[in-house]
């Protein structure tokens, strides 16, 4: 049974939500205010909240924030009246789901609630209480799995782009999902019924993709012997996926550029105007930024598709993902090749944890069913692995600045986890890297001035968060046990900061 939670400080309007809901078999709870409402769902799990904007002690879109940083799965619905629109759309910026005026009528309360349910079944956060993910025909055994906080926020992410049909650019290394991704918002969004048309931009010859994207008239060229239409319009009503788009080329780009303006584009051989109605997901493990500065990628055409930007982070930056998806993969190919094996002994299991996964996702997949190919025994043991996992030289080294991946964008980063004041106080501030040498020479120290700025950097994100390390650790891109070990050698105590 779902558990929802009914915040209102209109004790009338409280009690008739929480029995239209009960009508509906949910277990519903109640709370009279933010302050109550966010102490109650840090105290027990709730799968949705139902809140008003207006309340006494702390309003409904504080306490939302507060809720969300606790629980970013939490699904909250809104409810305002007419008079407050402008707050309850703050609140879905915020991470609400949706929002209702009053008066509310339960039938379409209990029709957005089952649909937010839905919604987010089809995005579960665990491997095994999630039901399979709603990824289309083809590929229905497949299921979305990570337990990470940057997973979690990837999730969060998604059933909020499902809703909108804004273009979307997906982002990250070889393997991280980033299709996974494209389908579940494809298929979790009114669009679900329609089309999911796929091209990879980058598997295709150059001279062939605009008749691919858009079609030909027969004749338009040599070899083109009947008309035929296009990925754009093959996908019309529904998503088309551009995957690799980082790699078309500079005339495709103006090409593509003025169909993703206009919603219009022409035929190869043609005058003729098609116009569809097609939502747009890119992807690309490309750094654009780069490319931008050197002319290869336009900048108004990634502006354009980066409207609501996806980041996939690289599985060695969220080593929490990486049991789970063991334990995932693990069922997946007992079932696929009938066997029963238990798991990984604990020291294989270590070092998976340790390699650093340049193929992330899909080679854990691989290396996983080689394990299965190779192990006689019940338990997946060190020498089932392959060679590379095991050879030290592909660990993760901590605090190696090169197992960054080459996109990450620092001022995003930046900006988005401090606001414009401390952005500006960040800037205001400088670091003394340089020290007297002898004879009144500069001396540089590379070392040394990278320990100051972590010192200093860790200081600043601890302030900014009043010292609690688990929203500095999310906030400022830090693993927990990176930062918990950056306090300890640098003597840092997060108290003062409280
Ligand atoms: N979070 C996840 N949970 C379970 N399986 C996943 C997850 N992310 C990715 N996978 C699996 O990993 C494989 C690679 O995913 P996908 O093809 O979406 O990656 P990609 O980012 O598009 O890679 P590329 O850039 O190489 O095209 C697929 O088999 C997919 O099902
Ligand atoms: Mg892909």
Same mark, same amino acid.
């Given at each position: ?140 055994? *497949?299921?979305?799995? +990570? ?129 569809? *109605? ?133 001022? +995003? ?23 007297? +040498?002898? +004879? ?59």
């Amino acid at each position: 049974m779902h558990k929802v939670l009914v915040v209102d400080d209109d004790k009338v309007l409280q009690q008739s939500v929480k029995d239209a809901l009960e009508y509906h078999s949910f277990n519903v709870d109640v709370a009279d205010n933010g302050k109550e409402a966010v102490n109650t769902v840090y105290r027990e799990k709730y799968d949705l909240v139902v809140m008003d904007v207006n309340m006494p002690e702390m309003n409904g879109l504080e306490a939302l924030v507060e809720m969300k940083k606790h629980d970013p799965t939490l699904i909250v619905i809104i409810l305002t009246a007419y008079s407050n629109v402008s707050d309850a759309v703050k609140a879905v910026k915020e991470g609400a789901y949706n929002y209702l005026e009053k008066p509310i009528s339960s039938e379409n309360l209990v029709a957005l609630i089952k649909r937010a349910l839905k919604a987010r079944s089809l995005v579960e956060t665990t491997a095994f209480s999630a039901p399979t993910l709603s990824l289309g025909g083809e590929s229905s055994d *497949d299921q979305f799995v +990570g337990q990470s906080n940057e997973m979690k926020k990837v999730f969060n992410i998604i059933s909020k782009l499902a809703q909108v049909s804004t273009p979307v650019l997906i982002r990250g290394e070889s393997g991280t999902g980033k299709e996974l991704v494209a389908k579940a918002i494809h298929y979790n969004g009114p669009r679900k019924d329609e089309k999911f048309v796929t091209i990879n931009c980058g598997a295709i010859p150059d001279n062939l993709i605009e008749s691919e994207l858009f079609g030909h008239e027969k004749g338009a060229f040599t070899g083109a012997d009947s008309r035929k239409i296009g990925k754009f319009q093959y996908a019309d009503g529904g998503t088309l996926f551009l995957d690799e788009i980082g790699d078309i080329s500079q005339q495709m780009q103006v090409k593509l550029l003025r169909a993703l303006q206009e919603q219009t584009f022409s035929p190869v051989g043609s005058n003729r105007e098609v116009k569809v *109605d097609v939502r747009i997901i890119a992807a690309s493990h490309k750094p654009f930024e780069e490319m931008i500065k050197k002319g290869t990628f336009r900048e108004d055409l990634f502006y354009r598709l980066n409207v609501l930007p996806v980041y996939l982070p690289p599985l060695r930056e969220r080593v929490l993902d990486i049991p789970i998806l063991m334990d995932y993969y693990v069922q997946y190919f007992n079932n696929v090749h009938n066997l029963n094996i238990r798991g990984f002994s604990p020291d294989a299991t270590e070092v998976m944890k340790k390699y650093r996964w340049p193929g992330n996702i899909r080679e854990l997949r691989n290396v996983i069913e080689h394990c299965f190919i190779m192990e006689s025994g019940d338990e997946v043991s060190l020498s089932s692995l392959p060679r590379q996992v095991l050879d030290p030289k592909h660990q993760v080294k901590e605090d190696s600045e090169d197992e960054r991946s080459d996109f990450i964008d620092i001022q +995003g980063i930046k900006n988005s986890i401090l606001d414009e004041s401390s952005t500006k106080a960040l800037d205001d501030y400088t670091f003394q890297f340089a020290s007297k +040498g002898e +004879g009144n020479t500069v001396k540089l120290d590379f070392q040394n001035a990278k320990e100051q700025f972590e010192k200093e950097f860790i200081i600043q994100a601890l302030k900014l968060h009043k010292g609690r390390i688990n929203q500095t650790a999310l906030n400022a891109n830090i693993p927990k046990k990176t930062l918990l070990r950056k306090i300890e050698k640098y003597e840092i105590s997060p108290k003062e900061y409280y």
